[in-house]
Nanobody, 119 residues
Framework: QVQLVESGGGLVQPGGSLRLSCAAS????????MGWYLQAPGKERELVAS???????NYADSVKGRFTISRDNAKNTVYLQMNSLKPEDTAVYYC?????????????WGQGTQVTVSP
């Protein structure tokens, strides 16, 4: 089993910054992909950004140039640096990882962390 612990959410004013962290622990051989999703009230969960173990990244158009995803493979931790935050970024942010154990791939979600952007 794999556990994900998220941290870093909170309340910030428009234009401000936050950094989210998500640490994975447990039975892990490798983590090919780590990512962040958001879910706003009444909406579907959607991808914010993802990063492979080799460092390739993918971003939603709405956050390009403002958010940066990174990871520390030695610590099995993924980060999301969020700058120039806007009220429309308000949502619960979820960490997601794809874990490989031998040839078996499994998906895990974090518990979610609230990000609120408001004056």
């Amino acid at each position: 089993q794999v556990q994900l612990v998220e941290s870093g959410g909170g309340l910030v004013q428009p234009g401000g910054s936050l950094r989210l962290s998500c640490a994975a622990s447990g039975r892990i051989f490798s983590i090919p992909v780590m990512g962040w999703y958001l879910q706003a009230p009444g909406k579907e969960r959607e991808l914010v950004a993802s990063i492979t173990s080799g460092g390739s990244t993918n971003y939603a158009d709405s956050v390009k140039g403002r958010f940066t995803i990174s990871r520390d493979n030695a610590k099995n931790t993924v980060y999301l640096q969020m700058n120039s935050l806007k009220p429309e970024d308000t949502a619960v942010y979820y960490c997601h990882v794809t874990v490989a154990v031998s040839a078996i791939y499994s998906h895990y979600w974090g518990q979610g962390t609230q990000v609120t952007v408001s004056p």
